[in-house]
Nanobody, 125 residues
Framework: QVQLVESGGGSVQAGGSLRLSCAAS????????MGWFRQAPGKEREGVAA???????IYADSVKGRFTISQDNAKNTVYLQMNSLKPEDTAMYYC???????????????????WGQGTQVTVSS
């Protein structure tokens, strides 16, 4: 089992920045993939960014050039640095991890078995 706890959400004005953190605990395989997803009211959950144990990353087109995913292996923590925030970035943001096997660097939520409780990000215009 893997437990994920997000933090760092909040309210900012458009153009501002926030950094989300996701602390992982429990059994963490040496090979893994972790991702950030978001869900706005009335919309489907969408993948934002993901990172694997090799440090490879993938981003949704809507956040490329503005968001950066990174990890601190010593702290078992994954970060999402969000710059140049827009009102359309407003959503609940979730951290997720893929379970065992051969992780795939992907933004498809169906591959992720473990989820955090979410942290709210609100961007005002």
């Amino acid at each position: 089992q893997v437990q994920l706890v997000e933090s760092g959400g909040g309210s900012v004005q458009a153009g501002g920045s926030l950094r989300l953190s996701c602390a992982a605990s429990g059994y963490i395989d040496s090979t893994y993939c972790m991702g950030w997803f978001r869900q706005a009211p009335g919309k489907e959950r969408e993948g934002v960014a993901a990172i694997d144990s090799d440090g490879s990353t993938i981003y949704a087109d809507s956040v490329k050039g503005r968001f950066t995913i990174s990890q601190d292996n010593a702290k078992n923590t994954v970060y999402l640095q969000m710059n140049s925030l827009k009102p359309e970035d407003t959503a609940m943001y979730y951290c997720a991890a893929q379970a065992g096997g051969r992780p795939s660097l992907s933004l498809w939520s169906g591959l992720y078995s473990y989820w955090g409780q979410g942290t709210q990000v609100t961007v005002s215009s």
